[in-house]
């Protein structure tokens, strides 16, 4: 008995070594050279060991080539890093394409091909050049901006009138991002900053809650069991695929808005035969669904996660002030007015650095690849680790510390190009790129002509593999005495 537990326990680790070395052999360099990894127990490891702080450990072990092998259970992933590695992988979207998950997800039920994650490059390059119109003219967006913005605001004063100070930012800034979304994807008010009651934005919540759940990626039949859960999650996925029905039917009905939507835009390129370049209908509804899941949590994690770095910096927050009130003072916040703050936009690419908002993505190798110099197999997944990049000593010195002058003009001009990528990078860059940014300088601009905010210096951002969230953090809001 003794005899066949030993010859278990040192079977294990043999098997796991054998595996290991029969995977690795084929990760090399031509002269010889193996891919470092990270080992077949890390990932294990890494399911037990709750990330409260960032753990940029693996990379700064493995890195050295800007590349590194990471199993994922059995699976090999490869975790890009180096600004030339990172290039690489982004610039040729038809050799490592986004991943696409099992057809029977919520993910695809919403969003199918949306969000770049096509299997038909060819498709999305002709809608892609469709949606940019959408996006070029960031002006047209500004009163949008302003006007939920203003909603919040008011809502928060109102709110200090009867003594309330505390406030959980980053719900705060969700309802903000989700309103301007509802108004220029297809100019409807989800009243979320009121508190108003939506079925769609009932029913987007619901859906969007499962929309990254592990589980439903790798047991989707799970949802086919027949228990009371399944059954609301069900209704709600029918309830907002009928509700974009009908807000589309209205749209078409009622013509372009002045300005135009997102969803108006895309309807001018409606075309039901899947041999043009337009969209089908099922094409309408999961690019604006994508609009929403790209453009909703991220722009509201931006906000929080800068709320959160203007209590945690006082002399940042001071900078920020003199900016704003020195630049903006009461002039309407136009385009130009906005494009002058140069130390605020420094400070939002800090933040996105220090706290990267999407700090994975995704890819596959479609066939034999190299990378790093190393032989990468067909078939392989890839992740971009954006955290990694922005958290290389190599680029950034002292990157764990918030100091947005490492994006002045000075300091960033021999960086390169691929190591500030918090928008990803190449064709298929972050479409919602300009309008994300100028709804950000908005906020603050608005928000620090009236208000001051601090919190409690003992509460900390926590990470997840995504990135980081700022989901519990409550924050003191002040009216600003002048
Ligand atoms: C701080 C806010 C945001 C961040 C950090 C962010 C980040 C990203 C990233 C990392 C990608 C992946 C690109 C790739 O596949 O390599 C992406 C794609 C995308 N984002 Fe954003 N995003 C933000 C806001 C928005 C907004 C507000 C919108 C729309 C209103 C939007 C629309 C999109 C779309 C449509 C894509 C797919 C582009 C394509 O594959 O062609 N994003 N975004
Ligand atoms: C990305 O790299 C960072 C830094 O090494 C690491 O902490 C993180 O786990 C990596 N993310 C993923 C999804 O592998
Ligand atoms: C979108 O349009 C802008 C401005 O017209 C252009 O600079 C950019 O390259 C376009 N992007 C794509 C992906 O077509
Ligand atoms: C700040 O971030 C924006 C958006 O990612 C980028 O276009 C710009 O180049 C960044 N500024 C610097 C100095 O890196
Ligand atoms: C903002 O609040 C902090 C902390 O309460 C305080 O030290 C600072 O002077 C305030 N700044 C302004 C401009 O009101
Ligand atoms: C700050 O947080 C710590 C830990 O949660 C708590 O013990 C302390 O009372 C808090 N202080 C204030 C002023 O809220
Ligand atoms: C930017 C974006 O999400 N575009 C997608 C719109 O929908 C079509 C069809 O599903 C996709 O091919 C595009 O990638």
Redesign the pocket.
């Known amino acids: 008995m003794i005899v066949l537990i030993a010859a278990i326990l040192l079977a294990i680790p043999l098997l796991a070594y054998v595996f290991q070395e029969m995977t690795m052999r084929h990760f090399k360099r031509p002269d010889g050279t193996r891919m470092p990894t990270a080992g077949l127990f890390a990932f294990f490891k890494g399911l037990f060991i709750k990330l409260n702080n960032l753990d940029t450990g693996n990379y700064r072990k493995y890195g050295k080539y800007g590349v590194f092998h990471n199993f994922l259970g059995p699976v090999s992933n490869l975790e890009v890093g180096g600004p030339e590695e990172l290039k690489k992988l982004l610039m040729n979207p038809t050799k490592f394409r986004g991943l696409s998950p099992s057809s029977t997800t919520v993910f695809n039920e919403i969003l199918?091909?949306?969000?770049?994650?096509?299997q038909?490059h060819d498709?999305?390059t002709a809608?892609?050049k469709l949606?940019n119109s959408s996006f070029t003219n960031t002006e047209k967006f500004l009163p949008c901006f302003e006007r939920h913005i203003d909603h919040c605001f008011d809502a928060w004063e109102a709110k200090m009138k009867k003594g309330q100070n505390k406030f959980q930012v980053a719900e705060e800034t969700g309802k903000i991002a989700l309103d301007v979304l509802g108004e220029a994807v297809f100019g409807q008010d989800l009243k979320s900053v009121e508190g108003g009651n939506s079925e769609l934005r009932y029913s987007y919540e619901k859906v969007m809650v499962y929309l990254f759940e592990p589980t439903d990626f790798i047991f989707p039949w799970l949802k086919s069991l027949p228990t009371k859960h399944n059954a609301i999650l069900k209704e709600s996925v029918a309830n907002y695929l009928k509700g974009m029905k009908n807000i589309i039917k209205e749209a078409r009905e009622k013509g372009p808005s002045n300005p135009p939507t997102m969803l108006d835009s895309l309807l001018e390129n409606m075309d039901e035969d899947t041999m043009n370049d337009g969209?089908t209908e099922?094409?309408i509804i999961?690019?604006v669904s994508?609009f929403f899941v790209?453009g909703h949590e991220t722009t509201a994690s931006a906000l929080a996660l800068g709320l959160f770095s203007l209590c945690k910096y006082p002399e940042v927050r001071q900078k920020l002030i003199e900016e704003i009130d020195e630049v903006v003072g009461d002039k309407p916040l136009t385009m130009e007015v906005l494009s002058e703050l140069k130390y605020t936009q420094m400070f939002i690419n800090e933040t996105q650095r220090r706290y990267s908002i999407i700090g994975t993505f995704p890819r596959f190798a479609v066939e034999d690849a190299e990378l790093g110099g190393f032989h990468i197999p067909k078939g392989t997944m890839i992740t971009a680790n954006f955290t990694a990049t922005h958290h290389d000593e190599k680029t950034w010195g002292d990157p764990f510390n918030f100091r947005p002058e490492r994006f002045s003009k000075e300091e960033s001009k021999n960086r390169h190009r691929f190591s500030f990528l918090p928008f990803s990078g190449g064709p298929h860059i972050c479409?919602g790129m300009q309008f994300s940014l100028y709804e950000q300088r908005m906020f603050y601009a608005k928000l620090l002509r009236r208000f001051n905010v601090s919190m409690n210096q003992t509460d900390k951002i926590e990470y997840n593999n995504f990135g980081s969230l700022a989901k519990h953090i409550q924050m003191e809001i002040t009216p600003r005495v002048k």
Not at 112 to 118: D, E, F, S, V
Request: net charge positive.
């Open positions: 199918q091909n949306a969000l770049g994650i096509t038909d498709r999305w809608h892609r949606l969209f099922r094409e999961s690019n994508g790209a479409l």
